[in-house]
Nanobody, 116 residues
């Protein structure tokens, strides 16, 4: 199956920026959707942003205008540029890939902490 590895998390002050990256291992299985999820302690995992090979992009209302999701040309990597960060953005961010004819793949998660 496809393996996903996130990177780029860290601690940043409110108003700062971080760029998360998710690298997918080469596979014969085709990724047709990349998603970024996040989960704060004691809360449900929520969808932050998603992008499809058909060109559709969606964001959670709470991050619209601040976050940008993008992929490389070969769809081996998905990034999440996070600007104007606020403490409510704190959580573990997970990369998710939806595959043709296979179950979804998930990364291990990367911690993002925004201090006030």
């Amino acid at each position: 199956q496809v393996q996903l590895v996130e990177s780029g998390g860290g601690v940043v002050q409110a108003g700062g920026s971080l760029r998360l990256s998710c690298a997918a291992s080469r596979s014969i299985f085709t990724i047709y959707v990349f998603n970024w999820y996040r989960q704060a302690p004691g809360m449900e995992r929520e969808l932050v942003a998603g992008i499809t090979r058909g060109g559709s992009i969606n964001y959670a209302d709470s991050v619209k205008g601040r976050f940008t999701i993008s992929t490389d040309n070969t769809w081996n990597t998905v990034d999440l540029q996070m600007n104007s960060l606020i403490p409510e953005d704190t959580g573990v961010y997970y990369c998710n890939a939806r595959l043709l004819h296979r179950s979804d793949s998930w990364g291990q998660g990367t911690q993002v902490t925004v201090s006030s």
